[in-house]
């Protein structure tokens, strides 16, 4: 699940307002899907995760950046159908790296956040607020650091995606 909002960080400097914002509906998606998936390691030692995980629940019920991920998810998901445009990311810059903020409005999310962690995110122009590729990275940083949380304190592994595993690679038709 974490590859696959890593992967979407790249779309984030499309020109193509489109792709951005599918790439910010997988980093949320995918992201809050990172979490739903180290919560199965409840059903092998459940007190011993319930104790690890609690503090870490309750630091993800306060973070603003952690709730604007989880309240875009929330709208993508329960809320489909509602139109992605009309201002919801602003684009600025030019050429094939092309830098997108979110607006406060977007899917009636929260405003984005301007912190982390108690620290303030890095904005270029603090009236503008910060562009979703800092959001994003800061997610993604943050799912990276509580995997690997979890992959010291259980021992677990995860399973690598499909392309990453030893031996001939899949080919398609005609290849």
Known sequence: MLARAKMALGDLHSPDSGRAITAVYLIAVFGRATTQTLQTLRTYRRDRFNAWWE????FMSSDPLLIFFNHLRNAFLKEGGRDHSGGS???FGGGTKKKWRCTWYFLGSPKPPTEQD????FQEKPEDGPTVETLGRLYIDF???LVNEAVDEFKWRPIPPPW?????KPRLPGE
């Open 55 to 58: 503090p870490r629940q309750a």
């Open 118 to 121: 108690g620290k303030p995110i």
């Open 89 to 91: 990311l602003i684009g």
């Open 143 to 145: 799912l990276e650091r």
């Open 164 to 168: 990453n595993l030893p031996g001939p």
